[in-house]
């Protein structure tokens, strides 16, 4: 038999004028990171215009690990990370945000789990705030390892800047949607469209909460927390519409119970939710993030 070669990791960070951040979460790789040479991070400058370029050129200067500049001057979220799919060389491919700083066993843990289980597509992991510093957003503490089987399931466990894929998944279910994310109308769910279409592949897919980013993100004010909020329910709203209206009726279901729910609670029939996000807020941008998909957008 033919040796087992080791696994390659290719991570992948996308930014758009966010140099300080962006500055931050690269000095966290070199400073906790044991990153074997065999492995690569690459950054993508989603068109920038601050000092995003010469933060990379200057962390290259003394990174212990292969660093690759890519500029990706569309627009978008999605057209960033298909950018960075395409120039990568490993055989994992790995996603954090500029504004993450990954902890020391992030990498070996992803690696660790691919080498375990050949069958594996998609691993997530543990997203948790910056010392609790400012409004919590965008984390998935759950203490448990655990197989996700359904939508249910990656909608509540996965996000975007903790995830990794064997190279295989986008061979077989094709990149991120450039329609969906940040940098769009809708502002998100790029991530989850992709998840989902993994998910209806039959693809597996594991939650490991060894696999840790601290999210730094910096939100203060409910107001910017809000703003988050607002786009995670446009782009949930415009991912409802794009497979709704291709026959999925599972999805169907799904956004139809979140619909009824809403307006259930929106008429005082349910407790009321936190201040900023109220059900007719979110039916409200759940139906515009519909509109905009209809509209092309």
């Not at 990656?154 to 064997?166: D, E, L």
């Not at 592949?201 to 939100?219: F, N, S």
């Amino acid at each position: 038999m033919y040796p087992i070669e080791p696994l390659s990791l290719s991570v992948i960070i996308c930014t758009h004028n966010r140099a300080p951040q962006l500055e931050r979460c690269l000095q966290e790789f070199k400073e906790t990171h044991p990153f074997p040479m065999s492995w690569e991070l690459i950054v993508v400058d989603n068109n920038s215009s601050d000092d995003t370029k010469a933060v990379l050129q200057n962390f290259s200067k003394s990174a212990p690990f292969r660093v690759r500049y890519v500029f990706e001057g569309r627009q978008g979220l999605s057209h960033a990370r298909n950018k960075g799919i395409a120039e990568t060389t490993g055989s994992i491919i790995a996603f954090t945000d500029d504004d993450c700083l990954v902890e020391r066993q992030w990498a070996s843990t992803i690696i660790r789990e691919f080498s375990a289980d050949p069958s594996l597509a998609v691993l997530g992991g543990r997203v948790v705030p910056d010392d609790s510093k400012g409004q919590p957003a965008g984390t998935r503490a759950f203490p448990d390892r655990k197989q996700l089987t359904s939508f249910p399931e990656i909608f509540r466990y996965m996000i975007g800047c903790n995830m990794a894929f064997s190279r295989k998944v986008f061979e077989g279910v094709g990149g991120f949607d450039p329609r969906l994310g940040k940098g769009t109308s809708l502002g998100s769910a790029e991530d989850l469209d992709l998840l989902y279409r993994a998910l209806k592949k039959q693809l597996a897919i594991v939650y490991v909460p060894e696999a840790v980013v601290v999210h730094a993100h910096g939100r203060a004010s409910m107001s910017s927390l809000q703003q988050v909020n607002d786009e995670y329910a446009k782009g949930r709203g415009g991912f409802y519409w794009k497979h709704v209206v291709r026959g999925d009726l599972h999805i169907a279901k799904r956004a139809a119970k979140e619909i009824v729910n809403l307006g259930r609670a929106s008429l005082g029939s349910t407790p009321r939710q936190s201040v900023g996000s109220s059900p007719r807020r979110i039916l409200r941008n759940l139906a515009t993030g519909a509109f905009y998909r209809l509209m092309g957008g």
